[in-house]
């Protein structure tokens, strides 16, 4: 859930800098990060954010992608390693889990159903899944657009995040490690929600989960194959997949998750205790709503599908995907969407998503003046680790300093 922090982060584009704290100086950062991609002389402060930021966190890798009118103007990929560690080459094409920014994906999938007049937004999702409303007659009432929107009557803060409670339901269902999708659903249906559907916002990956059930039903297809074929491939992007679980079965160019935290494994009853990012939770069953892998030049690249008209969405579907839920904006003035945090600036929808898994820490925002960027990291904020919100602000503090964008698009070089 994005704290209220978060909610202001994706604000106005120019906000005043903030102090970094004890940051390294600029020649020993030259020296300890490698780069590999293009950030023009002109945005070397972008550049210089993301190695500060990595460096003081002890990241050892990450990307940057920006880009400006819908041209790729930055695509950075960074690697560091302060104690003598040999890493593999990060690139601006290199795989990174992408968490939560899967939602905006997922819920771009949805409006293209709806858009072909396939699925009603409006439709009950227990109607269209078949699922029991005995633990809970309210459940009838959870709509498809109350999935997206996360009003569906699910609050991880009181019943918790049903996708990381695989030893519970394990345990409660009487089935072995590891749990499925159909699992979670089967616990779930048996428990009551935790408010009236439609009343609040309660931030639910299982309600994304519920999505992708939906696409499959509704398609006919898997959900990743939905996905890649239908909306990602007309738009050119190819190398998003669904992620998996163990670091054995790493995608070609992924790179290597990273936590301090451990976790008694999932994938099996051993009872074996393993790094958090592999196996202490489940890739497979969080598909659609964290199980992406994408670079971040993919991402920037997608969020173009809400500029305009396009091949996967009409400008229905784009205002669908922005529009206020019935529960109206927060008190800071912010509303969930579909997919994405959206905000009224100047003439503008400023939207916005961060994502986070054990090991993982994404970020994503499409502001005023033409100006989207997506930044990926392998390590995520943890019990005594510097704050990783304030990328946003110092992101956004540096666009007013630009005085002339670039105006050659790198796109041709990744796509």
């Known amino acids: ?32 990060v490698e780069t590999s991609g293009v950030a023009p002389a002109a945005l070397a402060g972008f550049d210089r ?18 880009s400006k009118n819908g041209k790729l103007v930055l695509a950075r990929g960074y690697r560091y390693s302060d104690d003598g560690r040999s890493l593999p080459a990060v690139t601006p094409t290199s795989l990174f889990r992408i ?33 029991p409303t005995e633990a809970d007659a309210r459940l009838a009432k959870v709509t498809v657009w109350r999935l997206l929107q996360h009003t569906g009557g699910w609050d991880r803060e009181i019943s918790g995040d049903y996708l990381y409670m695989d030893h519970p339901i394990a345990k409660a269902l009487g089935v072995p490690l590891p749990i499925t999708q159909d699992h979670i659903i089967r616990y779930a249906n048996s428990r009551p929600l935790d408010f009236e559907p439609g009343t609040r916002y309660g931030y639910s990956n299982y309600g994304y989960m ?3 059930r939906i696409i499959e039903k509704v398609s006919g297809m898997s959900y990743e194959s939905y996905v890649r074929q239908r909306i990602l491939a007309p738009v050119g992007i190819t190398r998003l997949r669904l992620g998996r679980t163990l670091r054995s079965q790493a995608a070609p160019g992924e790179v290597i998750y990273e936590s301090d935290a451990t976790a008694t494994t999932v994938v099996d009853a051993s009872g074996a205790v393993v790094p958090r990012p592999y196996g202490g939770f489940s890739m497979t069953n969080r598909g659609p709503g964290g199980g992406w892998l994408a670079s971040a030049v993919d991402l920037v690249r997608f969020a173009k599908v809400l500029d305009a008209p396009g091949a996967v969405l009409n ?25 994405w ?39 995520g904020e943890e019990s005594g680790s510097l704050d990783f919100d304030v990328l946003s602000p110092r992101i956004n503090a540096e666009i007013g300093k630009v005085t002339t964008w670039p105006t050659t698009d790198l796109s041709p070089r990744y796509f």
């Open 49 to 66: 954010v993301l190695k500060t930021y990595i460096v003081e966190r002890g990241i050892s890798c990450a990307q940057l992608a920006i």
């Open 99 to 131: 968490a939560s920014l899967s939602k905006h994906i997922t819920a771009t999938a949805i409006m293209r159903l709806a858009q072909d007049g396939k699925l009603s937004l409006t439709a009950s999702v227990a109607t269209l899944l078949g699922l």
């Open 315 to 339: 400008a229905t579907s784009i205002n669908r995907m922005l529009a206020k839920p019935e529960t109206g904006p927060t008190p800071d003035g912010a509303w969930y969407g579909a997919g």
């Open 341 to 379: 945090w959206v905000r009224q600036v100047s003439g503008h929808l400023n939207t916005w998503h961060n994502g986070s898994l054990p090991g993982t820490y994404t970020y994503l925002a499409r502001l005023q003046n033409g100006f989207t960027y997506a930044a990926l990291f392998n390590r």
């Open 210 to 212: 519920l999505l992708g």
């Open 1 to 32: 859930m994005l704290s209220r922090r978060r909610f202001l982060q994706a604000g106005a584009a120019t906000v005043p800098a903030i102090a970094f704290g004890a940051t390294a100086p600029r020649a020993a950062l030259a020296a300890t």
